[in-house]
């Protein structure tokens, strides 16, 4: 066992006592910690009560402490949060008070066993057959993807996906802030941010590896997740014969996704005009996906839309080419409901073509109603 898998064995074995028959069972993919006298786990897309508790709030921010200084970060009144990964791939962040009102407040967001391939996804009902070979089809032409969606709706699982589709003999380099995902191929490069000394000294941001990714030839960058000033910097890296970039962005639908992505560019250090990065963003972003976690618990693509530039009034053009309108809910709760092309033809149907890519005209026709 590694030093730091020991740190964190010792860990849960002397202070989260109260949580442990969670982390071993796989049927709980997060665990929430809302101070000591309250803990939910989610089961299915569900949250769950549960009746564990912690002893007490010392004892609980006693386990928050032996957690990061076992990952290698620090978390006190003057940095009262903390991000990280725990040795088995599992996520966690914790904010202790006095921000947290609650007590410590914990989640623990667990590492899926799991390996996720299309065949999978398509049976989980995650997307469509149709769906799926034209999200192939985008990653093998090199579209510039952004993956938008609300936190667990999925969006590291689809992106772990995608880049594992990415046609063989070129590099990787994935920058996250704190080290997520799990991408199977055979060349990939990974880069986690580093947090500074109480004087701020040694820090590394995820802005300052993205302008590293663009010396070290890549065919290829990965954001994590997109939510600062790097920004910027993706969007010059797709503008720069970067084909094939991909990042994730919190928000609820892809015209939300461009805002967003507009907005965390406008809050850097770049000096430009808003004119000529909203050129700049609809020339860098092809295909935009969104997922959503649905009321049943499910994740699911719900649209996969293609950006086409900007309008005489300073407008995104997009196209929808997938979507999923029209759910019904069943008697048991389940959301019924299909990934359907809108009718509208991707911009680069002609470039699928010319590469023979085996996805005829008819497949993207509006299907009528029963």
Not at 15 to 24: A, D, H, K, R, S
Not at 265 to 283: F, N, R, V
Not at 331 to 350: C, V
């Amino acid at each position: 066992m590694s030093e730091d898998m020991s740190a964190f064995a010792a860990a849960i074995q002397n202070f989260l006592g109260p949580v442990i028959p969670y982390l071993e069972d796989d049927s709980v993919s997060e665990i929430l910690i809302n101070g000591p006298d309250q803990i939910f786990v989610e089961i299915g897309g569900k949250l769950k009560l549960t009746e564990s508790r912690f002893p007490s709030e010392d004892e609980l921010r006693a386990a928050v402490n032996n957690i990061a200084q076992s990952v290698g970060r620090r978390i006190s009144e003057d940095n009262p949060r903390l991000d990280g990964r725990l040795p088995d791939g599992s996520r966690i962040h914790a904010v202790i008070p006095p921000c947290s009102r609650n007590g410590t407040t914990l989640s623990i967001r667990k590492f899926k066993k799991v390996e996720v391939d299309f065949k999978q996804y398509i049976e989980w009902g995650a997307i469509n057959l149709d769906g799926a070979a034209f999200l192939n089809a985008c990653m093998f032409l090199g579209k510039n993807i952004l993956v938008s969606g609300g936190t667990g709706s999925g969006k590291t699982t689809l992106l772990n996906l995608l880049c594992s589709s990415t046609p063989k003999g070129q590099r990787i380099l994935v920058i996250e802030d704190a080290s997520e995902l799990d991408i199977k191929y055979e060349h990939v490069v990974s880069f986690e941010t580093q947090m500074g000394d109480p004087e701020g000294k040694g820090k590394v941001s995820m802005q300052d590896l993205l302008k590293s990714a663009l010396r070290l030839r890549p065919d290829r960058i990965i954001v994590g997740e997109v939510r600062g000033s790097e920004a910027m910097e993706l969007v010059n890296a797709m503008n720069t014969g970067h084909k094939g970039c991909l990042g994730t962005i919190h928000s609820n639908s892809p015209a939300d996704a461009i805002v967003r992505l507009e907005s965390l560019a406008m809050g850097g250090d770049a000096k430009i005009s808003l004119t000529a990065l909203q050129y700049q963003i609809s020339s860098a972003i092809d295909v935009i996906i969104q997922v959503s976690r649905l009321s049943d618990g499910s994740r699911r693509i719900t649209e996969i839309t293609e950006v086409l530039g900007i309008d005489e009034d300073e407008n995104y053009i997009t196209n929808v080419i997938y979507d999923m309108s029209g759910m019904i809910r069943a008697a048991d709760g389940t959301m019924i409901g299909e990934l359907k092309p809108t009718g509208n033809l991707p911009s680069f149907m002609e470039e699928m073509e010319g590469n023979r890519i085996p996805i005829p005209r008819s497949k993207f026709q509006k299907k009528k109603a029963a």
